[in-house]
T-cell receptor
Framework: NAGVTQTPKFQVLKTGQSMTLQCAQD?????MSWYRQDPGMGLRLIHY???????DQGEVPNGYNVSRSTTEDFPLRLLSAAPSQTSVYFC?????????????FGPGTRLLVL | RKEVEQDPGPFNVPEGATVAFNCTYS??????FFWYRQDCRKEPKLLMS???SGNEDGRFTAQLNRASQYISLLIRDSKLSDSATYLC?????????FGSGTKLNVKP
């Protein structure tokens, strides 16, 4: 049981390049989410999904796209990278059987946009 | 106004001390509440959920005051290994809002 996995661990992009951050979970969790964490700040929700085929925006969705074609995978796409997107990105998953269900986080992807 | 606010600290305490963190939230309809721990450059990990009746897990006690919209975490008998950043998290209908974290340094 690997939990939540993220690839890559590190990435350097040039302004204007596109890329996809991968996230997968093997716990059959309905809910998956993406966050970014900037220095000295808490995590901010980018997008989330309550099940396959369903996605919704979080606090800071601009510049990012998501899709959820399977329960296991929830990729995050940066369409045209900007230096302001330099951050650490965390993916998380949880069950949706109750509001008290906790989230499990992946190890993060560190992204630098030059 | 931020959804969740925390004192960033740092709190510098000696081993064995008792330390308390508070957190306030803005949405009175928030559904559930958590404390997470985050070590440097690592992913957040659940420390404990917070219930209206208050709950305890070993040296850790969490309290929720819905009327005043604040959450607290009490750590007794601090250990060196408790040094970390503690994140207050609020669930508003499947949107999770994190505080910026409170840094704790436990000194020998």
């Amino acid at each position: 049981n690997a939990g939540v996995t993220q690839t890559p661990k590190f990435q350097v992009l040039k302004t204007g390049q596109s890329m996809t951050l991968q996230c997968a979970q093997d716990m059959n969790h309905e809910y998956m989410s993406w966050y970014r964490q900037d220095p000295g700040m808490g995590l901010r929700l980018i997008h989330y999904s309550v099940g396959a085929g369903i996605t919704d925006q979080g606090e800071v969705p601009n510049g990012y796209n998501v899709s959820r074609s399977t329960t296991e995978d929830f990729p995050l796409r940066l369409l045209s990278a900007a230096p302001s997107q330099t951050s650490v990105y965390f993916c998380a998953s949880r069950r949706t059987s109750g509001a008290q269900e906790t989230q499990y986080f992946g190890p993060g992807t560190r992204l630098l946009v030059l | 106004r931020k959804e969740v606010e925390q004192d960033p600290g740092p709190f510098n305490v000696p081993e064995g001390a008792t330390v308390a963190f508070n957190c306030t939230y803005s949405n009175s309809a928030s559904q559930s509440f958590f404390w997470y721990r985050q070590d440097c450059r690592k992913e957040p990990k659940l420390l404990m959920s917070v219930y209206s009746s208050g709950n305890e897990d070993g040296r850790f006690t969490a309290q929720l005051n819905r009327a005043s919209q604040y959450i607290s975490l009490l750590i007794r008998d601090s250990k060196l290994s408790d040094s970390a950043t503690y994140l207050c998290v609020v669930n508003n209908f499947n949107k999770f809002y994190f505080g910026s974290g409170t840094k704790l340094n436990v000194k020998p």
